[in-house]
């Protein structure tokens, strides 16, 4: 299952709703952990922030390896498969209002990365889409955290676009 939000108050409720005991969470854009100290004594979460801040802040909740960076950079994926190959519930925050494009990118490579069973977003953008689409009489859906139809499994290679987006990525 897929939910989208941007009212960060849903946001949090569908995670509480979705997780479960001894489910593995993989959180992208924990900031300071408003949302991780909510589902983090219900289950293990590996935590993604690029925010300095962040850095002192996560070190003091139980059941959460932090890591700092950017969720866009392919060693960060790494890092994070290096921990843990899969997880039950990927949840996505970056910024809640901006770049839907970038959070729809990072979507699709972490959970075709980790294949979680469930996977929650915050954006705005992705939403506003979503609920202004007219569907078609096609129907693709998928009852998994990750689009079925982009299965292959592992890493993804490097994503050289992100390089056009964003030059401070560069090395």
Request: charged fraction near 30%; glycine fraction near 6%.
């Amino acid at each position: 299952m897929i939910k989208l939000s941007y009212d960060v108050k849903k946001y949090r409720r569908d995670l509480l709703e979705l997780v479960e005991a001894d489910d593995t969470v993989i959180e992208l854009g924990c900031h300071v952990g408003g949302t991780t100290k909510l589902i983090a004594p219900e289950c293990r979460v590996i935590a993604v922030d690029n925010s300095p801040e962040a850095i002192d802040e996560m070190k003091n909740i139980e059941n959460v390896e932090f890591i700092p960076g950017d969720v866009r950079r392919h060693e960060i994926i790494a890092e994070a498969y290096k921990i843990v190959q899969s997880c039950d519930l990927l949840a996505v925050d970056l910024g809640g209002g901006y770049h839907p494009d970038t959070v729809f990118k990072v979507f699709y490579i972490w959970s075709s990365t980790f294949k979680p069973k469930h996977t929650v977003i915050r954006n705005r953008g992705l939403l506003e889409f979503f609920n202004s689409a007219s569907v078609g009489d096609e129907d693709y859906r998928t009852s998994t955290g990750y689009l079925e139809s982009y299965h292959d499994s592992g890493i993804p290679p490097l994503i050289k676009e992100f390089d056009l987006w964003t030059p401070k990525l560069k090395k």
